[in-house]
């Protein structure tokens, strides 16, 4: 064990140096291809691995492009590019033992953020030496180190194969932020047969290491889109009368979508996270752009929430005479996870990494590993995503956030104790 621990803060550590936002994670698949293509897993990459007509928000082409230089640049082999650079991204693993037993499906996700990192002397990843190298991504959420989980659990797996029974399948999901990617590994069809299906999250609470609840509670359901105003330019003092000013609308709808009723059926949530538009004191601005979220306690709620918005950014084009595009760029539904408490709790009772086992969780905010959650549950299996708190120095999502590497082992751990049990090892 504490060699997979210690392999897996050293992939952790090369991780966090190469970030990249969802779809664009051409360097990070290579990097686990290449800690894991020795083993009895038959991998599939690329469109064998994932659905791309179900992908939502994808980069533009130059995106795209200019990913896969930096993957090629980095040393990326030509095969894998070629399997990857058009955005299907992530890797699928499958062990099937031959044996007769249980399908057990995991999850981890992979992908970074538009983020710039932290360079302060209190931060460990600059003051050690393992900052990110990507100007403007980073590791803000623990992506690093789900994905270090991962392939340590794959590891053992491999490793301990021979006492295995059933099959076992590992999907290094891309695109989980911005709720883009989980639904592609859906559709694909990697769920459908799985009789326990298990992911999680590390942090997300405050508190000492060696936590696990066994279950997160309080999903929310979201909808990310984008939003596009057409107008017409004009001199802003020699002919004002002529323009139609796609700042105004989009600033208008910016204001009024924070306007919409609150529901009585339970939270709602909406945000503008971004505005950007003009170019010029005396320009009047032909084209704006925001980015926006609807989120809700039921998927019910979310849509309410999304129509109004809908209504709200109509009425404020048609008042400045601008035209509008609405983009979906990301969706997630609400899920419950089953009761596996028992299960966790019995599996890791000889654990020492592990000091308490709660029955749940607070799930903090959407997450797209609620479309496994769900097409798991539908075909009569058993889902839950687990979450390993850890004492947080900054919050999520933010330039000084880390993950405290001592509950990877408490992760990891977790994990392998739950194949033993399922296995009764």
Not at 74 to 80: A, N, P, S, W, Y
Not at 183 to 201: E, P, Q, R
Not at 353 to 382: C, F, H, R, W
């Amino acid at each position: 064990m504490k060699n997979l621990i210690d392999e897996a803060k050293k992939l952790r550590r090369t991780l966090h140096q190469y970030p990249e936002v969802g779809f664009t994670e051409m360097i990070t698949t290579y990097l686990i291809l290449k800690e894991i293509e020795h083993t009895s897993f038959k991998l599939y990459l690329g469109s064998d691995a994932t659905d791309i007509s179900e992908q939502m928000g994808r980069p533009s082409d130059e995106e795209l492009l200019s990913a896969a230089k930096r993957a090629e640049a980095f040393g990326v082999d030509k095969k894998t590019l070629s399997k990857v650079k058009n955005g299907e991204t992530g890797i699928v693993a499958v062990l099937d033992t031959g044996e007769e037993g249980t399908h057990v499906g995991f999850r981890f996700d992979i992908d970074g953020l538009p983020i710039t990192e932290a360079e302060k002397e209190t931060h460990i990843p600059y003051s050690e030496g393992f900052k990110s190298k990507h100007n403007g991504e980073m590791h803000a959420c623990g992506h690093d180190a789900h994905a270090s989980i991962g392939v340590a659990l794959l590891k053992y797996l491999d490793a301990n194969k021979h006492a295995l029974k059933g099959k076992y399948t590992i999907i290094f999901q891309a695109a989980e932020e911005g709720l883009r990617g989980a639904n592609s590994y859906v559709t694909k069809g990697w769920l459908d047969t799985v009789d326990y299906f298990f992911t999680s999250h590390v942090g997300l609470v405050s508190k000492n290491v060696g936590s696990v609840n066994a279950k997160s509670e309080g999903f929310l359901s979201s909808k990310k889109f984008d939003v596009e105003f057409f107008g017409k330019s004009a001199h802003a003092g020699g002919e004002p009368n002529a323009g139609n000013n796609a700042l105004l609308a989009a600033s208008n709808a910016a204001i009024n979508l924070n306007a919409i009723s609150r529901h009585k059926e339970g939270a709602t949530r909406l945000n503008v996270g971004k505005l950007e538009a003009g170019s010029g004191r005396n320009v009047i601005p032909d084209y704006a752009f925001m980015m926006c979220e609807v989120r809700g306690a039921k998927d019910e709620l979310t849509e309410y929430m999304f129509k109004r918005a809908e209504s709200v950014i109509k009425g404020a084009a048609e008042m400045y005479d601008c035209d509008y595009k609405i983009r979906l760029m990301g969706n997630a539904s609400t899920a419950e996870c089953d009761d596996l408490f028992d299960l966790i709790k019995t599996a890791t009772e000889n654990n020492k990494y592990v000091i308490e086992v709660n029955e749940s969780g607070p799930a903090g905010g959407s997450e797209d590993a609620t479309y496994m959650l769900n097409a798991v549950q539908k075909n009569n299996g058993k889902a839950t995503y687990m979450t390993f708190p850890y004492k947080l120095t900054a919050g999520h999502h933010h330039p000084e956030f880390d993950v405290d590497e001592e509950v990877l082992g408490v992760a990891i751990s977790t994990y392998v104790d739950i194949v033993n049990e399922l296995n009764k090892i």
